[in-house]
């Protein structure tokens, strides 16, 4: 890993800056870095989002290159280390945030000749006392694949209500080239 954005989160070898674009996000305007290795931007293929608030703080930041190659930590030990995470990025904000749970997700990205690398993370859930959802996840190898922050959640459709930048699915759906995404996703 070449680029560290602080002592957890990386940019990975190789990838660089190919898209930034202002969006709206729980009706703030936020900027959305793509990063990868080609320039040519190919949905869910390898690659990082940062996406930043209108006060440069990080909001979230998704790495889509996981190793399946490397294991799952155990869980013992992950809760401390993503509030570590959230400590290190802003210790004010981690002052507010409750422990929830931990599931087992999917993720994956698509090599360059379009085969699909699948891998599991373990998702750490918060609560934050201003009401929003927030969490860290760690993949293969120990490593942070994903911080949000500041994630609201849709009640009455049992969906996130906050805006999905940082997933290529929903943002194909956003723009009509992919089919609504199904709950909990949010409404493109």
Known sequence: MQNRLDRDLMIPDGFS?????QR???GEEVRVERYQREQAIVPNNAHLTLVFGDDDRLISYNNFLGNPDLSLPSEDGLVQQAIGV???LDADYAQGLQFMRIDTLKRFYLTGRGQRVDFD???VKFAHANGSYNWVTIGPGGQVMEVERESRWD?????RAT???NYDNWVL???GKGPQLEAPEALA
């Not at 800056?17 to 674009?21: D, G, Q, R």
């Not at 009640?155 to 969906?159: A, I, N």
């Open 17 to 21: 800056l190919v898209s930034s674009t």
């Open 24 to 26: 709206q996000r729980n």
């Open 86 to 88: 959230w400590q290190n």
């Open 121 to 123: 993370v373990l998702w």
């Open 155 to 159: 009640y009455m459709r049992s969906r």
């Open 163 to 165: 805006e999905e930048w």
């Open 173 to 175: 759906a956003r723009e």
